[in-house]
C-alpha cells in the first residue's frame, strides 16, 4: 500500500479556510485518497475520499492534483470542533477494509 | 442508531489477569475491527471480521491476545495474561457491505485500559 505524508501539525483561525495537504507519491492507479479525523478522546471519523476528480461533501472538499501525487482536505469554514488529528489514508476501495494511520496531521483551531 | 458499542469505557487491572473487552456493532454491518491506539505507535489494526469469520489477524500482537466473533451483533477481544505494555486506547469499528463503493467504518467510543 501507498505511503503518505502530512505536517505533523498546523494552526488555523476560525471561521478561516484550514487546508491540510498529504503526499501519496507512490499511489497506484486503483488506490483512492481518504480521510478521517479524531476528535480528542474519541475514536476516527470519516471525512471525504476520492480517485481523481475533486470530492465534496457536507463536512469538507477534497483537491486532488492531475498526477494524483498530492492532496488537500479543505474545511471551508473552521470552528473549534474541527480541532482533531486528520489522517490521510491511500487504500483500493476493495481493500480499504484495513486502514493504516499514520501520525497524521494535528490541527488545532485557535479563535 | 446507537453507533457501534464498546463496554467497559474505562478498565484498571493488574498484570497478569484476564481482560475481556467487548463490542457491539451497529446493526446490519457485517464487517468488525479491532485497533489499538497507543502514544509511540499511534492506531494501528489488531484483527477484523467479515460475516463473523476473522479475516486478518496479522495486527495480533501475540499469543496473549484473541479476538472472537460469535454472532453479527457481538465481538470480544481479549488479553491473557495481561501485560502493562497492553495499556492503550482500544477501538472497535464496523462497516456495512463495501459492494462497489466504499462505506466507511464507524467507530465505537474506545475502551482505555490501564495495566497496572
Known amino acids: 500500500d501507498a505511503k503518505t505524508t502530512q505536517p505533523p501539525s498546523m494552526d488555523c483561525a476560525e471561521g478561516r479556510a484550514a487546508n491540510l495537504p498529504c503526499n501519496h507519491s507512490t499511489i497506484s492507479g486503483n488506490e483512492y485518497v481518504y480521510w478521517y479525523r479524531q476528535i480528542h478522546s474519541q475514536g476516527p471519523q470519516y471525512i471525504i475520499h476520492g480517485l481523481k476528480n475533486n470530492e465534496t461533501n457536507e463536512m469538507a472538499s477534497l483537491i486532488i492534483t492531475e498526477d494524483r501525487k498530492s492532496s488537500t482536505l479543505i474545511l471551508p469554514h473552521a470552528t473549534l470542533r474541527d480541532t482533531a488529528v486528520y489522517y490521510c489514508i491511500v487504500d483500493r476501495i476493495q481493500g480499504a477494509q484495513k486502514l493504516v494511520f499514520g501520525q497524521g496531521t494535528r490541527l488545532t483551531i485557535n479563535p | 442508531d446507537a453507533g457501534v458499542i464498546q463496554s467497559p469505557r474505562h478498565e484498571v487491572t493488574e498484570m497478569g489477569q484476564e481482560v475481556t473487552l467487548r463490542c457491539k456493532p451497529i446493526?446490519?454491518?457485517?464487517?468488525l475491527f479491532w485497533y489499538r491506539q497507543t502514544m509511540m505507535r499511534g492506531l494501528e489494526l489488531l484483527i477484523y471480521?467479515?460475516?463473523?469469520?476473522?479475516?486478518?489477524d496479522s495486527g495480533m500482537p501475540e499469543d496473549r491476545f484473541s479476538a472472537k466473533m460469535p454472532n453479527a451483533s457481538f465481538s470480544t477481544l481479549k488479553i491473557q495474561p495481561s501485560e502493562p505494555r497492553d495499556s492503550a486506547v482500544y477501538f472497535c469499528?464496523?462497516?456495512?457491505?463495501?459492494?462497489?463503493?466504499?462505506?466507511?467504518?464507524?467507530f465505537g467510543p474506545g475502551t482505555r485500559l490501564t495495566v497496572l
Open positions: 471480521f467479515n460475516n463473523n469469520v476473522p479475516i486478518d
Open positions: 446493526s446490519g454491518h457485517n464487517s
Open positions: 469499528a464496523s462497516r456495512g457491505l463495501a459492494g462497489g463503493s466504499y462505506n466507511e467504518q464507524f
